[in-house]
């Protein structure tokens, strides 16, 4: 079974402060994603990333970074979170080598004060 | 810039009812359409259609996809409490690197 994890499943940060979102996934997929989901507007690509250290803006980039230093982790840092930011984020992924669905993370809500 | 639209926005229904899903997308090189049920946590999978007219079944879920149209359903049958869920839809281009654009999803809820 494909298995994504994140690091928190909820988190409460003040405004200002710098936030990091862990993703790890154990089967050897290429392609990672940074989602966040708000009610009413489904899911919104942040960014995602097909390789090691590569990376690609998505749909929403903007106040966000990410980081891939290794195939099975993909970071997302918030550099000075904002209320705006309070959302609940999902981490996804897939392999290259098959048309395959992408596999999710349980997610982390994050608040914003 | 791909789009999916998801009709209705949400349903509220009784047990035992049947429910039709609408997804329409406009996307550049389609390369399959994904359908995803979410309850309380992340999504998880249910169908992916690539090929227009051919019907995937899973219990009292089904799903088509009509790739002239642009646009998929999913039916499900003899609604239960358990289906109560928001159901989202997405679509993946050839050329994203499995990246998928996604609807704002419908949220169905089933009385008993």
């Known amino acids: 079974d494909v298995k994504v994890t994140q690091s928190s499943r909820y988190l409460v940060k003040r405004t200002g402060e710098k936030v990091f979102l862990e993703c790890v996934q154990d089967m050897d997929h290429e392609n990672m994603f940074w989602y966040r989901q708000d009610p009413g507007l489904g899911l919104r690509l942040i960014y995602f990333s097909y390789d090691v250290k590569m990376k690609e803006k998505g749909d929403i980039p903007e106040g966000y970074s990410v980081s891939r230093e290794k195939k099975e982790r993909f970071s997302l840092i918030l550099e000075s979170a904002s209320t705006n930011q309070t959302s609940m984020y999902l981490c996804a992924s897939s392999p290259n080598w098959a048309q395959e669905t992408q596999y999710f993370g349980p997610g982390t809500r994050l608040l914003v004060l | 810039e791909d789009k999916v639209v998801q009709s209705p926005l949400s349903l509220v229904v009784h047990e035992g009812d049947t429910v039709t899903l609408n997804c329409s997308y406009e996307?550049?090189?389609?390369?399959?359409l994904l359908w995803y049920k979410q309850e309380k946590k992340a999504p998880t999978f249910l169908f992916m259609l690539t090929s227009s007219g051919i019907e995937k079944k899973s219990g009292r879920l089904s799903s088509i996809l009509d790739k002239k149209e642009l646009f998929s359903i999913l039916n499900i049958t003899a609604t239960q409490t358990g289906d109560s869920a928001v159901y989202l839809c997405?679509?993946?281009?050839?050329?994203?690197?499995?990246?998928?654009?996604f609807g704002d999803g419908t949220t169905l809820t089933v009385k008993p």
């Open positions: 997405a679509v993946e281009a050839r050329s994203s690197a499995g990246k998928s654009t």
């Open positions: 996307v550049t090189n389609f390369r399959s």
